[in-house]
């Protein structure tokens, strides 16, 4: 079975959804070729797509995987109200 370690660690999901946006991409690349005359509102609508896939491609990039623990020490905390007064 899958760990979520190894999703998070292979990048599954961002991947998967790099290559649905590359389909997305083509399929909306070869329709706005194929208007015979398109208009403002259907040059608007590439504009948006090729957009929104180069925010995604920069989020893509620039993250990486984050470890978070979580531990609870009651003894920290009151420490530190005991510095603080």
Do not use: C
Request: proline residues 4%.
């Amino acid at each position: 079975m899958i760990q979520p370690k190894h999703l998070d660690s292979w990048r599954i999901v961002p991947r998967a959804l790099i290559l649905v946006y590359m389909i997305v991409f083509y399929q909306t690349t070869q329709w706005f070729m194929g208007l015979e005359d398109p208009n403002n509102a259907q040059a608007g609508f590439v504009s948006v797509i090729i957009g929104a896939g180069a925010a995604w491609f920069g989020l893509y990039v620039n993250s990486k995987t984050t470890d978070v623990t979580i531990t609870s020490n009651k003894s920290g905390s009151d420490a530190k109200e005991k510095e603080e007064r």
